[in-house]
């Protein structure tokens, strides 16, 4: 092997290493993404659960409530019975 063969051989193993660091960082960003939406949707459903039990008395009051405050407690899974 002569020295320009070496410097290939180092250069296609540099290159393949940047495209796998490439690929890598993709599928963390896309689990990121991911992670990030459950935590939103998580914190929609804590406030949702504040809200309905705040304000239980509320439908309790109004016709058909009861029915939309069970819709909405199985809709944003508080384990409120």
Not at 30 to 44: P, Q
Not at 62 to 68: I, P, T, Y
Request: no cysteine.
């Amino acid at each position: 092997m002569d020295l320009l063969e070496i410097y290939l051989l180092n250069f296609t193993v540099t290159a393949a290493m940047f495209l796998v660091l490439i690929f890598r960082a993709w599928v963390e960003y896309r689990n990121f993404r991911v992670i990030w939406k459950e935590m939103e949707w998580r914190k929609t459903r804590r406030t949702a659960r504040e809200v309905l039990i705040a304000e239980k008395e509320t439908f309790l009051k109004m016709e058909g409530g009861r029915e939309l405050y069970d819709i909405l407690l199985h809709m944003f899974d508080t384990g409120e019975d």
